[in-house]
């Protein structure tokens, strides 16, 4: 009988992490490095790891019986509750894994759909994650109720096992257009809200997952958020206001970290969440300096951005580098990487530089007309059914702000006032 998860649920479930290493595998050391970190996100043991050089794949299981034999004699040494392997498993392959180590199996793409399950809070997130679960469960559907019986198929007539089949498809796929229409009446929402913010400059901090986004939101904004250590920390895309000396204002906006090979599903369901970075005025790419593997962490964002057609346009900030104790080495990334900003959030070092770095990109883009008093409320009647812009008055006149796009149409509207 299958074993599963231990009874005494008290205690995480105990893993091996089995990194399946093929002609396409570029870095197996990262990918397994990086699904240990999920693993442990999960709240999962990670007793040890177990790499295989896969120069074969087998249908029906994926590795060998041979590779299969040998994992199982692991796991009965070390008391191995789970085995969570690094490649996407078809249903039929993950089945007969379980009933060959008598354990429970996940893949690479089960962990992260149920670390996001786990950590999403808002409305918005949770349909998302729930139809990206839904999508994932209709593609493996093929072969899920194989163990039930195909008898009385005759012609034009269907076994028990592909009537199970079929109703669950229908409930899902109605399932899935229910939660559409929910999604659709937010996305609706959303952009009337977004459209109500085009008066504000918007500066977006994407990057890897943990690589301190949360952190520097901390340091340039009243935030305070726990900062956890974990990945996927910070699911929901959360926007505070930050204010330089002159009392002019910014919206940060924190988001999801990237991963390496994110599920498609995902991706689709998550597109409008991160529209807060197409949408963005200026973008921080955060980056861990101290891993040994910022650089596939950088390309794999880069990826990711273009994947999704927000641009690769962005500024390097290498962060935690009060962690990296040779100078030469910081100089060598600053000659690959000119323009870079190196900070550290944990020290608040260099944390103005970003500052200077958003400031410097918002006077470039918005431009201000200084109106007297006894002209304001005209102009700003006129102005404000054409265009967004913010006001502030003095004793004599009043500052009206606005993006430089704009300038004809302030200019235009002050000369016909006159």
Same mark, same amino acid.
């Given at each position: 009988?299958?074993?599963?998860?231990?009874?005494?649920?008290?205690?995480?479930?105990?893993?091996?992490?089995?990194?399946?290493?093929?002609?396409?595998?570029?870095?197996?050391?990262?990918?397994?490095?990086?699904?240990?970190?999920?693993?442990?996100?999960?709240?999962?043991?990670?007793?040890?790891?177990?790499?295989?050089?896969?120069?074969?794949?087998?249908?029906?299981?994926?590795?060998?019986?041979?590779?299969?034999?040998?994992?199982?004699?692991?796991?009965?040494?070390?008391?191995?509750?789970?085995?969570?392997?690094?490649?996407?498993?078809?249903?039929?392959?993950?089945?007969?894994?379980?009933?060959?180590?008598?354990?429970?199996?996940?893949?690479?793409?089960?962990?992260?759909?149920?670390?996001?399950?786990?950590?999403?809070?808002?409305?918005?997130?949770?349909?998302?994650?729930?139809?990206?679960?839904?999508?994932?469960?209709?593609?493996?559907?093929?072969?899920?109720?194989?163990?039930?019986?195909?008898?009385?198929?005759?012609?034009?007539?269907?076994?028990?096992?592909?009537?199970?089949?079929?109703?669950?498809?229908?409930?899902?796929?109605?399932?899935?257009?229910?939660?559409?229409?929910?999604?659709?009446?937010?996305?609706?929402?959303?952009?009337?809200?977004?459209?109500?913010?085009?008066?504000?400059?918007?500066?977006?901090?994407?990057?890897?997952?943990?690589?301190?986004?949360?952190?520097?939101?901390?340091?340039?904004?009243?935030?305070?958020?726990?900062?956890?250590?974990?990945?996927?920390?910070?699911?929901?895309?959360?926007?505070?206001?930050?204010?330089?000396?002159? $009392?002019? @204002?910014? #919206? !940060?906006? &924190?988001?999801?970290?990237?991963? +390496?090979?994110?599920?498609?599903?995902?991706?689709?369901? %998550?597109?409008?969440?991160?529209?807060?970075?197409?949408?963005?005025?200026?973008?921080?790419?955060?980056?861990?300096?101290?891993?040994?593997?910022?650089?596939?962490?950088?390309?794999?964002?880069?990826?990711?951005?273009?994947?999704?057609?927000?641009?690769?346009?962005?500024?390097?900030?290498? $962060?935690? @580098?009060? #962690? !990296?104790? &040779?100078?030469?080495?910081?100089? +060598?990334?600053?000659?690959?990487?000119?323009?870079?900003? %190196?900070?550290?959030?944990?020290?608040?070092?260099?944390?103005?530089?970003?500052?200077?770095?958003?400031?410097?990109?918002?006077?470039?883009?918005?431009?201000?007309?200084?109106?007297?008093?006894?002209?304001?409320?005209?102009?700003?009647?006129?102005?404000?059914?054409?265009?967004?812009?913010?006001?502030?008055?003095?004793?004599?006149?009043?500052?009206?702000?606005?993006?430089?796009?704009?300038?004809?149409?302030?200019?235009?509207?002050?000369?016909?006032?006159?």
């Amino acid at each position: 009988m299958h074993r599963g998860i231990p009874i005494n649920q008290n205690f995480p479930p105990r893993v091996l992490v089995i990194g399946v290493k093929s002609s396409r595998s570029e870095n197996i050391d990262f990918d397994v490095l990086e699904l240990a970190s999920l693993c442990k996100t999960q709240d999962d043991d990670v007793v040890g790891t177990f790499l295989i050089n896969n120069r074969e794949t087998i249908a029906s299981t994926f590795i060998s019986n041979s590779k299969i034999d040998e994992v199982k004699r692991i796991a009965e040494k070390n008391g191995i509750d789970k085995l969570v392997f690094n490649v996407d498993l078809a249903r039929r392959q993950k089945n007969n894994i379980m009933k060959m180590t008598d354990l429970d199996v996940q893949d690479r793409h089960e962990v992260i759909l149920n670390i996001f399950y786990e950590h999403a809070k808002t409305r918005i997130a949770k349909i998302e994650i729930e139809l990206a679960r839904l999508k994932f469960e209709y593609s493996k559907l093929i072969g899920a109720y194989e163990n039930l019986s195909r008898t009385g198929g005759g012609i034009g007539t269907r076994g028990p096992g592909e009537q199970e089949i079929e109703y669950r498809r229908r409930e899902l796929r109605q399932r899935i257009k229910t939660l559409n229409g929910k999604l659709d009446e937010i996305k609706k929402n959303k952009k009337v809200q977004s459209k109500k913010r085009q008066k504000e400059f918007k500066c977006v901090l994407i990057g890897y997952t943990n690589s301190g986004k949360t952190s520097i939101l901390r340091r340039l904004t009243d935030y305070h958020a726990k900062i956890q250590d974990k990945l996927f920390a910070t699911l929901d895309p959360v926007t505070k206001i930050m204010k330089f000396k002159n $009392n002019d @204002i910014c #919206l !940060i906006t &924190d988001t999801i970290g990237f991963i +390496r090979d994110i599920p498609p599903e995902l991706i689709n369901s %998550f597109y409008e969440t991160l529209s807060e970075i197409k949408d963005a005025d200026l973008k921080l790419h955060i980056v861990d300096i101290s891993s040994p593997y910022y650089k596939e962490q950088i390309d794999t964002v880069n990826e990711v951005a273009q994947k999704l057609d927000f641009g690769q346009e962005s500024i390097l900030v290498f $962060n935690k @580098i009060d #962690l !990296i104790y &040779d100078e030469n080495i910081l100089k +060598r990334i600053l000659e690959k990487y000119p323009g870079a900003i %190196f900070v550290s959030a944990r020290k608040n070092k260099n944390i103005d530089m970003i500052i200077d770095k958003i400031y410097s990109k918002y006077n470039e883009i918005f431009e201000e007309k200084r109106i007297p008093l006894n002209r304001c409320g005209k102009c700003i009647i006129k102005l404000q059914n054409k265009i967004h812009l913010n006001v502030v008055y003095e004793s004599e006149a009043c500052i009206v702000k606005y993006r430089k796009i704009y300038h004809d149409v302030v200019k235009e509207t002050l000369n016909d006032i006159d």
